[in-house]
């Protein structure tokens, strides 16, 4: 195959199957918006109803270690989906749940199943179907959820002034990975906290949930900070990110042990933490607080949203504490760019 990333194959091949109808928002954010009217091709303009779907799917090998234990597969492969409602301050109902088992393994499927109904039960969400066939292993699910038209936290709407904000602790996860794979030592104080990040991450669904009206935009953080950071602004020209490095939650995974540098490449670029990263105007800083603590999660500040007088300038800059700028590039996993997972002892030059 020659070489193309996910987006680009996406615009060429797959978009001219998209929705004409700008009642439903298809393909670009992280699920897609269907009025529930819409689906019955009837009256469009019952704005109460609306489904938001995504899906996500994990491979073995290449989304998780062979050794992943099946409990933590299942958990993983719903909650990464219900992430991605969260990131539309969706309210998840139900899923569908598509399995390619390469043989039948009843121990390996009652700890997958455990997994699954684990997630399923904490977040309330029913499994309504899906299908299961034979061949390497990988696992499918298809989300649904449902929120208000109007609620609905989309990617491209930021707007200039407006702060950006990040949930939790990006990076746990992929020095999680870093110790799985014995690149970190895996007798750091902070190795049982990032594992349980990698095999256990939680959708962020009550803080996306309290965000509805309060945050202007929203994506989770899937496949790396500075990578999906540019979603946010990839439909927007005319707007770049600023992130202040000194506002970024380093500190706390250089305390648990991480070596600065990889502490570094982490929270930037590594993937598989599905925090929410969003938008708010400034005068919404209390507000964003409070979801914050109603939601039991906390937020951090990281930078704002300013205006790109020049389309071709960096759409992600870091402002460094000297007070000197320099462009974030995206960094992060992308299934066509890369084949083995973010390796953290390459360092990018702009973050040397
Ligand atoms: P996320 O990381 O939030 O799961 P992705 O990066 O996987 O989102 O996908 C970005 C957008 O592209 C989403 O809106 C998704 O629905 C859409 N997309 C991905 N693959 C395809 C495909 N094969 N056909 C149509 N749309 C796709
Ligand atoms: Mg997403």
């Known amino acids: 195959m020659g070489k193309i990333d996910e987006f680009a194959l996406i615009a060429r091949f797959f978009r001219s199957c998209a929705p004409p109808e700008p ?4 393909i670009g954010d992280d699920a897609a918006l269907l009025p529930c009217a819409s689906a019955l091709r009837g009256n469009r303009d019952d704005a109460s109803a609306t489904l938001a779907l995504t899906t996500d799917t994990l491979v073995a090998g290449s989304h998780f270690l062979p050794d992943f234990a099946p409990q933590d597969l299942g958990w993983k492969a719903l909650a990464v989906n219900l992430s991605d409602l969260a990131a539309m301050g969706a309210e998840p109902t139900a899923f569908l749940l598509a399995l390619t088992l390469p043989r039948y393994d009843p121990e390996w499927l009652e700890g997958f199943a455990r997994g699954v109904q684990a997630c399923a039960q904490r977040y309330g969400v029913a499994l309504i179907g899906g299908d299961t066939t034979r061949g390497p292993l990988a696992i499918t699910i298809t989300a649904l959820g449902v929120v208000p038209w109007q ?14 904000w990040v949930s939790g602790q990006p990076g746990r996860a992929a020095l999680g990975l870093s110790v799985r794979t ?31 009206g309060i945050a202007t935009a929203m994506l989770d953080i899937s ?24 506002a970024l939650p380093l500190a706390p995974l250089v305390a ?97």
């Open 23 to 26: 009642s439903i928002l298809g």
């Open 182 to 212: 014995g690149r970190l030592s895996g007798d750091l104080p902070g190795c049982s906290e990032w594992i349980a990040a990698l095999e256990r991450p939680q959708p962020r669904i009550a803080l996306g949930l309290a965000l509805r």
């Open 223 to 246: 496949d790396g900070l500075t990578q999906d950071a540019h979603h946010l602004v990839e439909t927007r020209p005319e707007l770049t990110l600023c992130v202040e490095e000194a």
């Open 151 to 164: 609620a609905a936290i989309r990617r491209s709407t930021a707007q200039v002034g407006d702060d950006l």
């Open 256 to 352: 648990q042990g991480a070596p600065a540098e990889k502490a570094w490449a982490a929270l930037l670029g590594g993937g598989d933490d599905y925090e929410l990263l969003f938008t708010a105007n400034p005068r919404h800083r209390t507000a964003v607080a409070e979801a914050a603590r109603r939601a039991g999660v906390s937020v951090h500040r990281i930078g704002s949203v300013v205006p790109r007088f020049i389309p071709e300038a960096s759409p992600l800059v870091l402002l460094r504490r000297d007070g000197t700028r320099t462009t974030l590039p995206p960094q992060g996993w992308d299934p066509f760019r890369v084949a083995e997972p973010l390796d953290l002892d390459i360092q990018p030059e702009s973050f040397s």
